[in-house]
């Protein structure tokens, strides 16, 4: 058995085998509600430092991008190597999260979620504390099976000023 599969029943994760749900007669909802969860999961793991229940939970196209919460130009799949995994399975831990969402847009072959994640964690090497991150996941549909295409984060769940937000615009 895999390390990933004994991770994942060691903490009763959902199986990799529930992104299968397809959309199509009407299942599109029942779909988008089925990786809403197994996000929370996987995003919870993670914020524990469980980056294989991460990675088990949710397989990402080979296409993904990914726009971090910590701004700068958006990673791609080919750039996230073993060790970047290694390096965030250090980055996040001791962590809990619940999630929000708050909409979701689902169709035959492409379910989008927004969603606000909310994590008590440490990270980078900080006292743990709050982070809420508004979050947009985008899964195409790949034969029977839900692959993560894009996620883009920010942690500008508390409304910020114009200039505030000038000022990030400008990099300052």
């Not at 085998?17 to 909802?29: H, I, K, M, N, W």
């Not at 791609?76 to 970047?84: Q, V």
């Not at 900080?126 to 034969?143: F, H, K």
Request: charged content about 20%; cysteine-free.
């Amino acid at each position: 058995m895999s390390p990933s599969r004994r991770s994942l029943r060691a903490t009763g994760a959902t199986s990799p085998v529930s992104l299968t749900a397809t959309a199509r007669d009407g299942q599109a909802d029942t779909a988008a509600s089925d990786l809403a969860r197994i996000s929370e999961e996987a995003n919870a793991a993670l914020m524990r430092g469980d980056v294989a229940i991460y990675r088990a939970l949710v397989p990402r196209t080979q296409d993904f991008t990914l726009m971090s919460p910590f701004g700068g130009t958006p990673s791609r799949e080919a750039d996230i190597t073993e060790k970047i995994w290694d390096g965030m399975s250090r980055f996040f831990r001791n962590g809990t999260l619940k999630q929000e969402i708050v909409q979701t847009y689902a169709g035959t072959d492409m379910i989008v979620l927004a969603v606000i994640e909310r994590a008590h964690v440490e990270v980078g090497g900080l006292p743990a504390q709050d982070w809420a991150l508004r979050v947009t996941l985008v899964y195409r549909r790949a034969g029977r099976r839900w692959l993560l295409a894009h996620r883009h984060a920010d942690p500008l769940s508390h409304a910020v000023t114009l200039q505030q937000s000038a000022a990030l615009a400008r990099g300052a």
